[in-house]
Structures are given as C-alpha cells and as structure tokens.
C-alpha cells in the first residue's frame, strides 16, 4: 500500500518534482514531465518516453546520456495528455526531429498522436513508435493490438542508444520498431497494487494463488491459478515466450526478468535460477541480462520476463552506456553541451480576448451549471466508477474523470470571467479536460466538448436544432477519434442512443428539455445493458470475460453527466441562478448508478 502521500490527487506531480530537484544535475521539470538538464551540443534525434506515473523508473528515472532526452508523465496509470507531450517534445527537441515512444493503449495513442500532428504542422519532425511486446494481451495474429510492457525498456534503451550515437529520425525509429518486433514479454500477479489514498487495491488473489497475464496497470491477469514454485514459474514463464521465437531469430538474447514493486531482489535471483539455465539450454547466450526493477507497477507483487531476440545491428546499442538518473550501464559521457536550459514556462501568457454576444454569454452560464452538476455528480461516484473499472481494468475512471470535471469547471469559469460566450466555454473545459485527466476517456471528453463548443459557438443561445447538431458534433469527434462501434462495449454504447434519441425528438418538433430527457434515458437503459456485453476496446479486452457482469464504467459515467445537465443545457436557455436546481440534479446520481 502507497503511504507517503498528501493530497492523493496530487501525488504524481509532487513525485515528479521531487524526482527532479533530487536529480537535478541530469534532468529538468518542464510543463508536461522533464527532460535532460542540458541541450546537446549538437542537433540529434530526441527520445521521448512516456505514459503514466506509478512506473518508476519508467519513465522520467531513464532520462539521461544512451537513453531517454525526456518523459512525458502522465497520472498514476493515466495517459499524459497531448498538451504535456507537446510541450515535453518543444523543451527536447534540438532540432534533428522527436520520437515519442510508449506502451500500446489507446489514450497514448490518442494523445501522443494528436501531439505529432501539432508539431508536425509547425515544422518538427515527429514520429512514434509503439510497444506491443505483451504476449498474454493478445493472440500472435493480432500482434498489433497487444500492450506494451516491461519490453518498453529493451526498445527504449536500443532507440537511446541510436539516437546518441548519431542515427538520423528515420534510422532510430526503424531500430526502435525492428527491437519490439523482436520482444515478448509474460508476467504474472501475486498481489495488485494499491493507489495513493485507496483502502483497498485495484485486485485481490486468494491465497497461494497467482494471477497470469498481467499487465503495469494493475490488471489482473487473464487467468487465476495456484501458486507454482519458482522453478514451476520459471519453466511456465521461459515455454510461453519461446513458443513465440520470431522466424529467422538469433541465438543471442537480451534478458529482463523485472520486479514490479514489491517482489524482493531476492526473489529474483531464485526466479533467474530457473530461468536462465533454460535459455541456455535451448541454445541461446545471454547478453548482459537485467535482474532488477525497470518497469513497475505502484507497490504491486509480481515479475516480469522479457527476452529480446538480437542481431548485428540491435546488440551493440543494447550494450552501448547509458547514464541515468536511475539506470547506469558503462561509462556514458554526459554531454555538458548548453548549460542555459532555460525552463519553458507558459506562465506570461495573456489572457484570451472573447468576442462573443450577451446571448451567447447568457447560455454560457448554464453551461457553467451544467458542468458544475457534473462535477458534483461525478464526486459522488468517484469510487463506484473506479470500482467498476477495477474489474477488468485499472480502476482510474472514478479518478480520471473527477480530475477532467475539475479542471474543465475551473477552465470555463476563468473563460466566462473573461467574457468567452458558450462555446468557448465549452471549448476550455474540453481542452482543460483533457489535459488534466489524460487517459483514454479524458482524450475522448476533452475532444468532445472541444466539438460542440465549436459547434455552438458564440453568436447566440442555441435552439433545439443548434443544440442537436452541438451533441452530434461531440458524437461524430468521439466516434471518430477513439474508432469504438456500438457493441465494443465503450462510452460509445450510451453515447450513440442519446444522439440518435435527442436528434430525432428535436427534429420532430419536442422541446429541448423533453428531447434530452427521454434521450438521457435512453444512455442510462444503454449503459446499464453493457453488462451482458464482452469488450472489444481499451485495456479491458483481454480481460473480457471478468467483465461480464458489470455495466462499462465509461458508458455508466456519460449517461450520469448527461442525466444531471439536460435541466441546464436543454432548457429554457436563461441564466441559471437557482443553486436548488443543482442540488437536485445531485439527487439523480444515485438513481444513474442503481
């Protein structure tokens, strides 16, 4: 269990800090994560790595000369937002191009993507390579859907190593893909890890029992078993990867037989007992193997194997030096290089200047109400949404989604007080959102708001036929950017009822109000049905059987927003001042969870 801590909300960002001021010969905060203290003295590729907190070293411990140039560090277990990676990529870059690399999930994905697509667009060369090295995450013929987990260390350490040596963006990225398609990895849970704050972690095994399959989030594995011995493990552990030897492979192996928490070092080396003489056995030598902690998971009970295939061209990087704050292989030569490393701050930016009409800005201060019974509804169920998620995933949601209402409440707010008119309301919360909540579900609700803020704009309040095309627009953008179908059991599941229900009454002529209540329903029936729904997106599938049973988190959480702001958004379009009606769209959350 976490127990140094003071705001538990607060707790990545007071770890990142704290890792940089002890570390501050090799490295530097920057909005987003840090980066390497100084610049090189000459342009060269930059390394990004990234994801969220809670995986230390991985990801800010491996910055340093041979490997990372920076981190973008998200929340515990959350995605970091494109902003924090825009911004990380803007202090490392030294003008040779960036590449972001991070483990295979889709708020990552999402995040990391739409941060290239801003930087490309001013000119930086970017690219991204993903990890996928987690065998249990999915079948060999679905390769590209798996995980990325402790191989994130074996792609990032062979990318680094390209990198510092001179390769140009191109050459870095093929080494950092040709390294994943060489990597698999297979782990196993004795006892899942527990947030800062929590009374209870994320999963609980019997006794004498082991999870196989798990991932660094904190999920459970895809199967219950009893707990082998080490040599049992070991055997378990060595079969599943070598049944997977990539055609045409080598005989010569890196080797990672990593911690991810709270396994003893000790325990470890019982574990490499088994598993080397087994490696060696079926023919291979292991080159400068890893026994240790890498990649970890909060305070989790559990091990990791990863076997990396080597070449020619991959083993000298692998064994090339690397100096950093937590990771040191050889003598690595500390580049001095710029010393200014001056900080990147966006502290001296001037206010936004909104033009917008007192209409527009009148609606603007319902859709403060409606965000402000959001927030409230969503701190209620902060621990019922998190519960659910625990169930086949790693119980962020709760966390996740009251950090995005947080930061959207304050984000509009500031907006209205500068005179901003509803949708650039709404287009600050949306943006706050998701920077601030990361993750999958913060991308897809910050890029929501952002839509139909866009959609609604500053002009005037909106009529039913406005405020259906504001809905469809945040429908089309979530559908679009996180490609979920109605079945995948998503947010999607309650998102789509409501715009179809909401789109066809307002067409028909119902007013607002009625339109968005009977549509409100509608996502709640939806999100209730996915219980009986398998998922086929996000961290959950492959956990799709332990899901079966409990209604999808992100599906529940929409129907309940949706539930509480219909009074706001969808009714009469005058400012709301009765704090009464708040209340009572407190009351509803209950009955959207029951």
């Given at each position: 269990m976490t127990k140094i801590f003071n705001d538990p909300s607060e707790f990545a960002e007071e770890a990142l800090a704290g890792f940089c001021?002890?570390?501050?010969?090799?490295?530097?905060q920057v909005p987003g994560g840090a980066v390497r203290r100084h610049r090189p003295a000459n342009p060269k590729v930059a390394v990004l790595a990234g994801g969220g907190s809670g995986h230390y070293p991985a990801f800010a411990g491996l910055i340093g000369a041979g490997l990372a140039d920076g981190a973008v560090v998200g929340n515990i277990f959350t995605s970091p937002s494109a902003q924090q990676a825009y911004a990380v990529a803007k202090a490392a870059d030294s003008g040779a191009g960036v590449v972001f690399t991070y483990g295979n999930y889709a708020g990552d994905v999402m995040n990391f993507g739409m941060a290239s697509e801003r930087l490309a667009a001013e000119g930086i060369q970017v690219e991204n390579v993903l990890v996928t090295d987690d065998i249990a995450s999915a079948p060999p013929s679905e390769a590209d859907k798996r995980r990325g987990i402790a191989g994130d260390f074996t792609v990032f350490k062979i990318m680094g190593a390209a990198a510092e040596a001179g390769a140009d963006l191109a050459d870095v990225v093929r080494l950092g893909r040709k390294a994943n398609s060489l990597t698999r990895t297979i782990g196993s849970a004795f006892h899942g890890c527990t947030f800062p704050g929590a009374d209870a972690p994320l999963f609980a095994l019997q006794d004498k029992q082991m999870g196989l399959g798990l991932g660094i989030h904190g999920e459970p594995g895809l199967f219950d078993t009893d707990l082998p011995s080490a040599k049992e493990l070991g055997r378990e552990f060595v079969s599943r990867l070598l049944a997977e030897t990539p055609e045409g492979a080598g005989d010569r192996l890196a080797v990672i037989l990593n911690g991810l928490g709270s396994t003893k070092h000790e325990e470890l080396f019982v574990l490499w007992l088994t598993v080397a003489p087994l490696l060696r056995d079926a023919g291979y030598t292991l080159v400068m193997p890893e026994v240790g902690e890498l990649v970890t998971s909060l305070d989790m009970s559990g091990v990791s194997l990863t076997i990396t295939w080597l070449d020619d061209e991959l083993e000298p990087l692998w064994l090339a030096p690397a100096e950093t704050p937590a990771y040191r292989r050889g003598?690595?030569?500390?580049?001095?290089g710029d010393a200014s490393g001056e900080e990147i701050s966006d502290d001296g930016?001037?206010?936004?200047?909104?033009?917008a009409t007192d209409d527009s800005r009148e609606y603007a201060a319902n859709c403060l109400a409606a965000l402000d019974a959001a927030r409230s509804c969503l701190h209620t169920a902060e621990t019922r949404l998190g519960d659910m998620d625990a169930i086949a995933g790693d119980g962020d949601h709760g966390r996740g989604m009251?950090?995005?209402i947080d930061a959207a409440t304050a984000a509009a707010a500031a907006a209205a007080g500068q005179g901003a008119g509803a949708g650039s309301v709404l287009i600050a919360a949306g943006d706050a959102w998701a920077d601030k909540a990361?993750?999958?579900?913060?991308v897809l609700w910050g890029a929501g708001l952002r839509a139909f803020g866009e959609s609604l704009g500053d002009r005037r309040s909106p009529d039913a036929e406005e405020l259906a095309a504001g809905v469809s627009a945040f429908s089309d953008r979530i559908t679009g950017l996180g490609k979920a179908e109605l079945g995948d059991k998503t947010m999607v599941d309650a998102l789509v009822p409501f715009t179809e229900t909401f789109t066809r009454l307002a067409a028909n002529g119902a007013e607002p109000r009625q339109a968005w209540d009977a549509a409100a329903l509608e996502a709640t029936t939806a999100a209730e049905a996915t219980a009986s729904l398998r998922p086929l997106k996000g961290r959950a599938r492959p956990l799709a059987e332990k899901s079966v049973g409990t209604?999808?988190?992100g599906a529940t959480s929409l129907a309940m927003i949706f539930t509480v702001m219909g009074q706001f958004l969808a009714g009469s379009g005058h400012p709301v001042t009765d704090t009464a009606a708040v209340t009572a769209a407190d009351s509803q959350t209950a009955g959207v969870l029951s």
């Open positions: 001021d002890v570390h501050a010969g090799l490295v530097r003598n690595a030569a500390v580049q001095s930016d001037a206010p936004a200047a909104y033009e009251v950090r995005g990361g993750g999958t579900s913060g209604p999808d988190p």
